[in-house]
């Protein structure tokens, strides 16, 4: 049965997997599904240890990290609301590659590895959307290592800024100069002085290990092809609008990602005269 609007007490989620799916499969998922706060700098996964839970992120942010034999360690990637942590299951992994570590405080659903497993090997929609985000991981982190092999240093935190406001659907959050400089894959002095170039020139606000941003058209100007490629194709297959089978309900708070995009088409609008009725995801760039 299909619904037309959310049932009572139903749990919107602001992760865009999860709404990607039909409701009748995330209903079913429903009971399996445990709201968590995610702490930064909690450990979820360890290098080679058990993976119990799989987690769908919503407000929060989650770093891989791999160690090398001296003891440094190379951020590989990123999790966020577009997605989740735990793919290795799906893949028949029950130990994780990575360490897994929350980098920003915040939200997320979380859901036993075994549930998650038996869900997956139904063989329906949700292990299609799993498989378009293991696509969309790959793709990501290929993108990422040419990113930071051949683009300069400002081009790639334009585009790290936006990425983690586009995971979150926060302007402000924590940010530590290690964190960018493992990601960035740079020497944390010049990270900073990167960081400082930008609040300088009005990009963003930048306080120690805070960072807000206060102008994303200018970061757009800035950041290189890396980030629209993977960003289009994220979009693709987990939009940002939420279907009319998830409406929010009288006095439930939209998701922060459904008011940015709403404040987009919003600005569009004015800007090339077409009525907010017919903008869709197609005219916001």
């Keep these: 049965m299909e619904f037309a609007f959310p049932p009572p007490k139903f749990r919107l989620p602001d992760n865009r997997l999860l709404v990607a799916l039909p409701t009748r499969d995330y ?5 399996s599904l445990e709201q968590v706060t995610l702490r930064q700098n909690e450990i979820l996964y360890e290098c080679d240890g058990p993976m119990r839970y799989v987690y769908f992120p919503e407000q929060s942010l989650i770093s891989l990290l791999t160690y090398l034999e001296d003891g440094k360690s190379v951020e590989v990637g990123v999790v966020g609301n577009p997605g989740l942590l735990g793919t ?6 029950r130990s994780s590659f990575h360490e897994a570590v929350v ?3 915040g939200s997320a659903l979380r859901m036993k590895a075994d549930a998650f497993l038996a869900e997956f090997q139904r063989d329906g929609i949700f292990q299609r959307k799993i498989l378009d985000y293991i696509r969309c991981q790959i793709l990501m982190t290929s993108q990422s290592a040419a990113c930071n092999r051949v683009h300069l240093l400002k081009r790639r935190l334009a585009r790290l800024l936006l990425t983690i406001h ?7 959050f924590p940010m530590t100069q290690e964190f960018m400089g493992r990601i960035l894959g740079a020497p944390r002095s010049e ?5 400082i170039r930008f609040r300088q020139g009005g990009l963003i606000e930048y306080q120690y290990n805070n960072i807000k941003i206060v102008d994303r058209r200018r970061l757009e100007a800035i950041v290189c092809e890396c980030h629209w490629v993977v960003a289009e194709e994220f979009d693709r297959s987990f939009p940002r609008n939420i279907p009319a089978r998830f ?4 006095g439930r708070a939209q998701p922060s990602w459904q008011r940015e995009r709403a404040s987009r088409i919003s600005r569009t609008a004015k800007l090339t005269g077409i009525s907010v009725a017919s903008c869709d995801h197609s005219c916001v760039k």
Excluded: F, N
């Design 191 to 195: 990270v900073t002085k990167a960081a």
């Design 88 to 93: 290795y299951i799906a893949l028949g992994g």
């Design 247 to 250: 409406t929010v309900m009288p």
């Design 103 to 105: 980098e920003i405080t």
């Design 166 to 172: 586009d995971r979150i659907g926060s302007k402000e």
């Design 27 to 31: 209903l079913r998922l429903l009971p």
